[in-house]
């Protein structure tokens, strides 16, 4: 077998080399097969048998080793557009988690958004229907609001603001400047008209109050601490 190949090799350098210039059966310059390069080389030198002068077996085996790449480079070529598919999914899937995490964030704070509105108007709506002070009364009510329609004038009759019989809230208000005024919690008029809290307490009952470390008075009047709870800054417990 090997000297078979030896045979064709010397044919094929005896027809390829005339003058030092590498010619085919056509009289051109041939793309002459080496037999010892490899299989790429070997498909792109060989097209036809008559371009090397080849014998018919190298021609064959030429042609299988043409064949062979032509089969590697299409699984090569799956493998990188695979790679590549592989490759725009996975940024793809990237790009879609941080949207994803973008929505979830969106959501997240609207939903804090809207808890946080909900615990206003219902911390709203418990003061609204909560009276600032232990009475149903409506003037009481007005003269906290400051509704000017709803106080009671004491113009023509001043005792009108401490007579029970013509004022079902008499004993807590006094007539001063024509209107009757709260005792029980106008600051102003605390206790008595024109006695006035010094700045910062507020007049609960009728008392000056300091609402900040006050138990039975804790950040507001009548906010009363537990027993034994002492009262900070107006907050129950701060100190704990």
Known sequence: MAQKREKREEDWEEHCWEDGVRVGDNGEQGRCYDFWT???????RCREPKDCSLLRDDYLECLHHSK???RRNRIYKE??????AAERKA?????GGDVDMLAFSIHHWLLLLCLSVATL???DAIRSASPPYPTRSKFLRAAVLGGRRQR???TADPGVCSDRKKNPWGGSTCCFQQ???????DPDHCGDCGRRCAYG????GGECTDVRDDPDHCGSCYSRCAAGIRCSFGMCGYSH
């Open 38 to 44: 490899d299989f790429s080389e070997c498909m792109s």
């Open 68 to 70: 062979e790449f032509q």
């Open 79 to 84: 493998e990188q557009r695979q790679k590549r």
């Open 91 to 95: 940024k793809e899937e990237a790009k």
């Open 121 to 123: 108007g219902e911390t």
């Open 152 to 154: 009671l004038m004491c």
């Open 179 to 185: 209107y009757c005024k709260d005792t029980a919690r």
């Open 201 to 204: 307490l507020l007049c609960c």
